[in-house]
T-cell receptor, first 114, second 111 residues
């Protein structure tokens, strides 16, 4: 078990382009989360899945953001028409319900919008 | 609104100089308080979860404690490899699964 895996680790994109990040959770973890972190700040919650169902979304998740977890395994986070303010680290985390709420994070995907 | 405040924002210690980091929280009902360690450019690494006042957990040179209003992360005889940002987060009762994080505390341990 190699932990939560995120890809790509770094992405530089031009303003207005679309980007997609992938997250592979720890196997057998049915809960998956996306967070965003900017320099000097703690992570901010974006959205949460239990299996394939998206159960919670933050108001930070504007219409340009969409997340999916089609088969209850890996997840994707897509940002459409990127803006400079989207530059941040996007963190994926996973946990298993009933495991005492231990939530494990991946290494993050850095996004720079130029 | 649920809030988490960490202090100090940054701390410099000499190797072997013990200290404590504070995390105060204001929530409608605490489900769990989490401590993470984060190295530059990496994701948060899980350290502890505390659930009720009076609970304590230890891991190597770290010990976390919890009261009804705050949590402390005690670092005993730190080493340079303990240098990192330490994040505190709360999970609130009421159905939400999100963690609400503080801004973090950057610890530097000088040899």
């Amino acid at each position: 078990d190699t932990g939560v895996s995120q890809d790509p680790r770094h992405k530089i994109t031009k303003r207005g382009q679309n980007v997609t990040f992938r997250c592979d959770p720890i196997s057998e973890h049915n809960r998956l989360y996306w967070y965003r972190q900017t320099l000097g700040q703690g992570p901010e919650f974006l959205t949460y899945f239990q299996n394939e169902a998206q159960l919670e979304k933050s108001r930070l998740l504007s219409d340009r953001f969409s997340a999916e977890r089609p088969k209850g395994s890996f997840s994707t986070l897509e940002i459409q028409r990127t803006e400079q303010g989207d530059s941040a680290m996007y963190l994926c985390a996973s946990s298993r319900s009933g495991s005492g709420n231990t939530i494990y994070f991946g290494e993050g995907s850095w996004l720079t919008v130029v | 609104e649920d809030q988490v405040t960490q202090s100090p924002e940054a701390l410099r210690l000499q190797e072997g100089e013990s200290s404590s980091l504070n995390c105060s929280y204001t929530v409608s009902g605490l489900r769990g308080l989490f401590w993470y360690r984060q190295d530059p450019g990496k994701g948060p690494e899980f350290l502890f979860t505390l659930y009720s006042a009076g609970e304590e957990k230890e891991k190597e040179r770290l010990k976390a404690t919890l009261t009804k209003k705050e949590s402390f992360l005690h670092i005993t005889a730190p080493k340079p490899e303990d240098s990192a940002t330490y994040l505190c987060a709360v999970q609130v009762k009421g159905g939400s699964e999100k963690l609400v994080f503080g801004k973090g505390m950057k610890l530097t341990v000088n040899p």
